[in-house]
């Protein structure tokens, strides 16, 4: 299996400031046919379910606001929230779904500072 | 709108049996593939099993292989996980998700969950 290993755990930012978080993959994700990442971010805010940020590693999905960015390739890749809202705080997990079975990151907690 | 509503979650004892359902309504359900996911309390995301539109392919992961069946009816707009010889381990929110509509195994829709617990 593909092991996800996000960094930081936990990350503290203040209103209005850049958060970025890291998801590292044990292999490349990058499918060489189609030069896509098979890595989806996902947001889950507390007693909720997790919602689809981002898939391809860089595609927004619909609705989602546009200070949320992917980026990255292979193995290394970063969520990045430009201006941090108060409505941001909760946990956000990286997904790989190059290989069966798809595996999540363990997760980084976002906090306001 | 997209929904997507599970039920049937609760205590059973270890080595029991439970059977979870997930309603779906606001999409053409036979077209998509249906994931269930779980999360531990307290813990990260762990991908459970799939099933293909016309369920001629069903898949799941190792941990629970040969103890859980996902089925589903088309005609009801219904998923299921069929979960036997349940154990400590397995209990965890489980979220009904709907894979995404090339194919890929992501998620685009969740429902709220339902909570397994196994214990005595």
């Known amino acids: 299996d593909i092991v996800m290993t996000q960094s930081p755990d936990s990350l503290a930012v203040s209103l209005g400031e850049r958060a970025t978080i890291n998801c590292k993959s044990s292999?490349?994700?990058?499918?060489?046919?189609?030069?896509?990442?098979?890595l989806a971010w996902y947001q889950q805010k507390p007693g909720q379910p997790p919602k689809l940020l981002m898939y391809?590693?860089?595609t927004r999905e619909s609705g989602v606001p546009d200070r949320f960015s992917g980026s990255g390739s292979g193995t290394d890749f970063t969520l990045t929230i430009s201006s941090l809202q108060a409505e941001d705080v909760a946990v956000y997990y990286c997904?790989?779904?190059?290989?069966?079975?798809?595996?999540f990151g363990q997760g980084t907690k976002l906090e306001i500072k | 709108e997209v929904q997507l509503v599970e039920s049937g979650g609760g205590l059973v004892q270890p080595g029991g049996s439970l059977r979870l359902s997930c309603a779906a309504s606001?999409?053409?359900?036979?077209?998509?593939?249906m994931h269930w996911v779980r999360q531990a309390p307290g813990k990260g995301l762990q991908w459970v099993s799939y099933?293909?539109?016309?369920?001629?392919?069903?898949n799941y992961a190792d941990s629970v292989k040969g103890r859980f069946t996902i089925s589903r009816d088309n005609a009801k707009n219904s998923l299921f996980l069929q979960m036997n010889s349940l154990r400590g381990e397995d209990t965890a929110v489980y979220y009904c998700?709907?894979?995404?509509?090339?194919?890929?195994?992501?998620?685009?829709?969740w429902g709220q969950g339902s909570l397994v617990t196994v214990s005595s």
């Open positions: 998700a709907r894979g995404e509509t090339g194919g890929e195994y992501f998620f685009d829709y």
């Open positions: 606001g999409f053409t359900f036979s077209t998509y593939k």
């Open positions: 099933i293909t539109s016309s369920s001629s392919v069903a």
């Open positions: 292999q490349s994700v990058l499918y060489s046919s189609n030069n896509k990442n098979y």
């Open positions: 391809w590693a860089s």
């Open positions: 997904q790989q779904y190059y290989t069966s079975p798809p595996t």
